[in-house]
């Protein structure tokens, strides 16, 4: 098992979430912490906060072919996976952060943000 840990950020470029991606042969289990924008973001709570979730309830993704190590495919799918299962009005900023940092990696915001 490969654990990937990766902050989000705002358009500030503070931080102001975390992710903990997950990856065993073909499969892909991704985990979040989001800070409220009224809180101050500590990195160590949101970390904690992210991979203890992973470990209990993550959201899931299987591929046909084995997932690639490298860390920018694992991060760009992980939020990719994210957004597919950010359906509720709740999670309305969780697509806006996610949709800032696709932009950023250089991916096309996908269109269901």
């Known amino acids: 098992m490969n654990t990937k840990i990766f902050y989000l950020r705002d358009d500030s470029n503070n931080p102001v979430g975390c992710v903990a991606a997950s990856t065993e042969g073909n499969s892909l289990s991704v985990a979040y912490s989001l800070c409220n924008p009224h809180d101050r973001f ?63 990696d250089g991916e096309r915001a996908l269109q269901i943000l």
């Open 42 to 104: 500590n990195r160590q709570l949101a970390r904690k906060i992210a991979t203890e979730r992973l470990a209990s309830k993550a959201v899931g993704l299987t591929s046909r072919t084995p997932l690639a190590a490298d860390i920018t495919n694992v991060r760009t799918t992980a939020l990719q996976v994210l957004a597919r299962h950010a359906t509720t009005e709740r999670c309305d900023r969780l697509r806006q952060v996610i949709r800032r940092e696709l932009q950023r």
